[in-house]
């Protein structure tokens, strides 16, 4: 190690001492508030010295707006949680409510569409054995229960048909033995890899009781 490394070291190794003293005694200032007047920092945009009372006012500042800005978000977060639960709990109503099954997935596929902005509802009923076809999306989606993001094509045209070129992402719900329900979207970040599923979870047991009833 030169002189030059040396020297940074021990500047280092007494700034960490300063620092180590200042933190485990608070009250340092508090007892030589002439010393906090005579110190001063550069100012982050000007460069011209300031305070250090003006430079921990502007950072407590700074701190402060952080906050309000994620209180905010959080807030905003609540009131869309808020939201989807009352209308989780209007679409579980709506459908415990019919006693016919074709009604039941007609109502249930017009209800994620003006609810829930879905672009495309596609609800799959196994009957007997799974087709070739079906066999490893069915396997995927069952292992997982949700399954969010992009999906290949062939699987889209499965799903959804003549709409499967305007999807962009889809959410595959599984119903276990009772089948597969998928919801398609426009939009290539609506059903994102990392997007919350607890509402979705909650959507296959309804739809997977009220099926059960039904069959």
């Not at 070739?132 to 094509?153: F, M, N």
Request: aromatic residues 4%.
């Amino acid at each position: 190690m030169n002189s030059q490394q040396t020297s940074k070291k021990v500047v280092q190794d007494q700034e960490k001492q300063m620092i180590d003293y200042l933190r485990n005694h608070p009250h340092f200032f508090d007892n030589n508030p002439a010393l906090l007047a005579e110190l001063s920092v550069p100012h982050v945009q000007s460069g011209n010295p300031v305070s250090l009372i003006e430079r921990q006012v502007k950072v407590l500042r700074e701190q402060s707006l952080e906050l309000k800005a994620h209180l905010q978000e959080l807030i905003a977060i609540a009131r869309d949680n808020d939201d989807l639960n009352q209308r989780l709990n209007s679409l579980t109503l709506a459908l415990l409510a019919e006693q016919d099954k074709t009604i039941f997935i007609e109502r249930l596929k017009k209800r994620l569409h003006d609810d829930f902005a879905a672009d495309a509802v596609a609800l799959h009923l196994r009957e007997g054995d799974i087709e070739p076809d079906w066999h490893d999306l069915y396997q995927a989606v069952k292992q997982s229960g949700i399954k969010c993001g992009r999906t290949a094509e062939s699987n889209k045209q499965l799903l959804f048909g003549e709409m499967a070129d305007s999807i962009d992402s889809v959410a595959l719900i599984s119903l276990d033995e009772v089948g597969l329900l998928a919801i398609g979207s426009h939009d290539s970040e609506h059903f994102h890899s990392d997007v919350a599923t607890d509402y979705l979870k909650q959507l296959a047991a309804v739809v997977k009781i009220i099926l059960v009833r039904l069959n």
